[in-house]
């Protein structure tokens, strides 16, 4: 059974850096294409960094050059390094995984129905 679970949210004021974690368990965490969404109140979810199986990764423009997407193939676990927050980073942060290896184009990172399996969230709140 596949599970994701998230940990790592916070609040922290503008500026500040969180590590979001995301450990996978009931699968071969490596083989396949793994995302980071977040979903603001009132908004739709949307992508935020995907990697896939090469370790190839793609970022949101809107996060681009202050969020790392990470992983570790020995401890199952997918990180989110977020840097010099905003308070418009503010909502809760999933992860999620697809059946596929690699995570391909632009889609991955807007397409919510791309992804089979997602975690519960984890709330990240940024103040000004």
């Known amino acids: 059974q596949v599970q994701l679970v998230e940990s790592g949210g916070g609040s922290v004021q503008a500026g500040g850096s969180l590590r979001l974690s995301c450990a996978a368990s009931?699968?071969?965490?490596?083989?396949?294409?793994m995302a980071w969404f977040r979903q603001a109140p009132g908004k739709e979810r949307e992508g935020v960094a995907t990697?896939?199986?090469?370790?190839?990764?793609r970022v949101a423009d809107s996060v681009k050059g202050r969020f790392t997407i990470s992983q570790d193939n020995a401890k199952n676990t997918l990180y989110l390094q977020m840097n010099s927050l905003k308070p418009e980073d503010t909502g809760i942060y999933y992860c999620a995984t697809a059946r596929r290896t690699y995570c391909g184009g632009g889609y991955s990172l807007r397409a919510t129905s791309f992804y089979n399996y997602w975690g519960q969230g984890t709330q990240v709140t940024v103040s000004s």
């Open positions: 009931g699968y071969t965490f490596s083989w396949y294409c």
């Open positions: 990697i896939d199986s090469g370790g190839s990764t």
